[in-house]
């Protein structure tokens, strides 16, 4: 190995505060020995060279010394995407001794054109247990992700539950989806404040769920129970942080059920991490997922956690959290969240979280030392 930091090129679909893939990569940024490895992004997340999101970390990557190439959204014009994605490796690509690509349904442009480029190390990461909300998008991804998957040299996931999922027998290495503990602990003085700032009583119980507005998240579902919730707690509220494509269909969902005045659309927000002391009870009825930032984020702040059966078992790194089917009435769901907001913070979680692996230092740690070994390999 030369003096000179390995350079990665991590390929996400977006730099959005609200993503958790965002997130992930934005912590390793935080926390790498820029001597060692240098990080620049890819995304495209962008609509004729606008970026779609306000809330992002492009600017602030730049800032610490990274670049952050775009090209234009895929789903709007795939040729146009293939081209851009080309026209970046052809122009930058024999720079990096990496590519680590976050899409696996985009890899097979993505990797292509990396192993085109000359690039050996290609890493494909899978980051969930499948592959779209719609039926025909996971048919068409079945043929996308068996390509890229023959242009990738290596195999990162975030769970093991994800890993199989998309590589299924093929070896592939676990690398938690770390997070900086100690900023989501839990906060009196946050809570209070920002609980006059949302205008949230004192003891008013608070259902917080956190994401996209995407529907995967399953959100207007997650409404829909905080009604009957709201029956019983007239008091409660419900703090829903992100934002996405679906804002309208959310905010139409919660005027049909008459909660205008207790579910609050906080946005995208810096203080996310303070924003977890706001509530009592973190509530994911997801449809699917990898293994949630926002999951890790709300046990490290003591949030008794509810997840559908449809997030993995992983997810409750603590062993406190509550899983409940789809199938289930709306009545089982409101008698696990009513036991969970009676069962209180759990103030243990973030050493636990420590002693399992969910430091993002110590994730940065072990990703750097897995490109090291690749190219120690080479």
């Known amino acids: 190995m030369t003096n000179a930091p390995i350079r990665v090129l991590q390929v996400v679909p977006s730099l959005n505060r609200s993503a958790g893939i965002a997130r992930v990569v934005y912590n390793w940024n935080r926390f790498h020995d820029e001597s060692r490895v240098h990080f620049d992004f890819l995304h495209h997340s962008s609509r004729n060279g606008i970026l779609m999101h306000n809330e992002r970390y492009d600017e602030e990557l ?3 010394g990274s670049k952050v190439y775009t090209v234009n959204y895929a789903a709007d014009d795939l ?10 490796f052809e122009k930058v690509g024999f720079s990096y001794d990496i590519v680590h690509c976050h899409m696996p349904n985009s890899a097979f442009c993505v990797l292509r054109e990396a192993e085109l480029a000359g690039i050996k190390h290609r890493v494909l990461h899978s980051h969930l247990n499948n592959s779209s909300d719609k039926f025909l998008h996971r048919l068409r991804n079945v043929p996308l992700n068996a390509i890229g998957k023959h242009y990738a040299t290596d195999r990162i996931a975030c769970s093991e539950d994800a890993g199989h999922f998309l ?3 093929q070896p592939f290495t676990v690398i938690n989806n770390g997070i900086p503990l100690e900023q989501f602990a839990y906060s009196l003085e946050s809570r209070e404040r920002l609980r006059a700032e949302l205008g949230i009583g004192h003891i008013d119980p608070v259902i917080g769920c956190v994401g996209r507005f995407v529907k995967q998240k399953n959100f207007p579902f997650a409404i829909r129970v905080f009604a009957k919730f709201h029956e019983a707690f007239p008091d409660g509220k419900m703090l829903i ?9 959310l905010k139409k969902t919660i005027m049909t059920e008459h909660l205008s005045d207790a579910v609050i659309l ?3 927000r810096e203080d996310i991490n303070k924003l977890y002391s706001v509530m009592d009870v973190f509530f994911m009825p997801s449809l699917y997922e990898g293994l949630p930032v926002s999951a890790v984020e709300a ?8 997840y559908s059966d449809k997030v993995p ?4 790194i603590t062993g406190t959290g ?8 709306v009545e089982q769901w409101i008698n696990v969240l009513t036991v969970a907001l009676n069962g209180g913070r759990l103030m243990e979680n973030p050493i636990l979280l420590e002693q399992r692996g969910y430091s993002a230092k110590a994730n940065a740690e072990l990703l750097m030392q897995h490109y090291e070994q690749l190219i120690a390999e080479r």
């Open 62 to 64: 730049e800032a610490t």
């Open 79 to 88: 040729r146009r995407f293939m081209r851009e994605v080309h026209e970046v």
């Open 167 to 169: 590589f299924g027998s």
């Open 241 to 249: 942080l992100g934002d996405g494509d679906n804002r309208d269909e």
């Open 266 to 268: 906080a946005g995208v």
């Open 299 to 306: 046990q490290a702040a003591g949030l008794p956690c509810v």
């Open 313 to 316: 078992k992983e997810t409750d």
């Open 322 to 329: 509550a899983f409940v089917s789809l199938d289930n009435g």
